[in-house]
């Protein structure tokens, strides 16, 4: 029976890591936000400064083995990334799941 592991990486930067065998890398469009702010509220309303936010994102899918599935989970726990917010959807197909031909 197969799993597959799918995990959405947001960011500030681009991640470059090393990925396990049996996995795919697809990039999503990033979120790119510009903030303007007055550099003095009472004089100069002109002068103005701004600022900018990306986030990127991206989508590891991870087909594997059900009982390979506790191995590639202790993987990614041991190589946690560090400013990352990550989101973790699995999906499995059990022998009920399969559609039986005759």
């Known amino acids: 029976m197969t799993a597959k592991i799918c995990i959405v990486i947001k960011s500030f930067e681009n991640q470059?890591?090393?990925l396990l065998l049996n996995t795919r890398k697809i990039g999503l469009p990033?979120?790119?936000t510009l903030y303007t702010v007055l550099r003095s509220p009472h004089i100069d309303?002109?002068?103005?400064e701004q600022f900018e936010?990306?986030?990127h994102k991206q989508l590891l899918v991870i087909e594997t083995e059900t009982?390979?599935?506790?191995e590639k989970l202790n993987w990614?726990?041991?190589h946690d990334l560090l400013g990352v917010q990550?989101?973790?959807l699995f999906y499995y197909q059990t022998r009920l799941d399969k559609v039986c031909k005759p």
């Open 16 to 18: 470059r890591s090393g």
């Open 30 to 32: 990033k979120k790119q």
């Open 45 to 48: 309303k002109k002068s103005r």
């Open 53 to 55: 936010m990306r986030i």
């Open 67 to 70: 009982h390979k599935l506790r």
């Open 76 to 78: 990614l726990k041991l």
């Open 86 to 88: 990550v989101k973790i």
